[in-house]
């Protein structure tokens, strides 16, 4: 069984632009949850995703969006990028006895 | 507002001492407790979790913690310390409503001295 993959394995955009990062979940599974990693900061919840619907989100501001596709894998999207958005970004699922899994992240560097 | 507390961003311990990683956490209601270990270069695994019942987990890799409502505790432990332990430690606690959300503490970095 296939874990959990995100592309690109690294990002670098400039100040104002966009970035999106992709994650596949594990082969059926419905739930996807998206976290930032930022030095010092742990980790920060961002989105939940489940059945194609957002059913939760982080204190993020709204240029921090997403969606779940049919397949059940999703797409992060950060518009405007400043640089404090320069981070780690992980998407994983959960099992049904409540354990989180994650996949190898997608290393944004914003400049 | 909830959260969870790692006080310690560091914590060092000798190879074969008995290693303690605290976590304290306020969430309303009864939440599910969790620690979770990010080792470089190989991502961010589970470790263990309390949901209900006996309040001292073992987890895997010889981990254990324990659960203690009254102080809103939940350290991890380890009898005896291993270098290859050295690793970054979260703690996170989730409340049990269809909406909650998943809260991490900051992290604690393990370093294992031989």
């Known amino acids: 069984e296939a874990g959990v993959t995100q592309s690109p394995t690294h990002l670098i955009k400039t100040r104002g632009q966009q970035a999106t990062l992709r994650c596949s979940p594990i082969s059926g599974h419905t739930s996807v949850y998206w976290y930032q990693q930022a030095l010092g900061l742990g980790l920060q919840f961002l989105l939940w995703y489940d059945e194609g619907e957002e059913r939760n989100r982080g204190n993020f501001p709204p240029r921090f969006s997403g969606r779940q596709f049919p397949n059940y894998s999703s797409e992060l999207n950060v518009n405007a990028l400043e640089l404090e958005d320069s981070a780690l970004y992980l998407c994983?699922?959960?099992?049904?006895?409540?354990?989180?899994?994650f996949g190898p992240g997608t290393r944004l560097t914003v400049t | 507002a909830q959260s969870v507390a790692q006080p310690e961003d560091q914590v060092n311990v000798a190879e074969g001492n008995p290693l303690t990683v605290k976590c304290t956490y306020s969430v309303s209601g009864n939440p599910y407790l969790f620690w979770y270990v990010q080792y470089p270069n190989r991502g961010l695994q589970f470790l263990l979790k309390?949901?209900?019942?006996?309040?001292l987990v073992k987890g895997s890799y010889g981990f254990e913690a324990e659960f203690n409502k009254s102080q809103t505790s939940f350290h991890l432990k380890k009898p005896s310390a291993l270098v290859s332990d050295s690793a970054l430690y979260f703690c996170a606690a989730e409340g049990y409503s269809s909406a909650s959300k998943i809260i991490f503490g900051s992290g604690t970095r393990l370093s294992i001295r031989p």
């Open positions: 309390y949901i209900t019942g006996d309040n």
């Open positions: 994983g699922g959960r099992t049904s006895s409540y354990e989180q899994y």
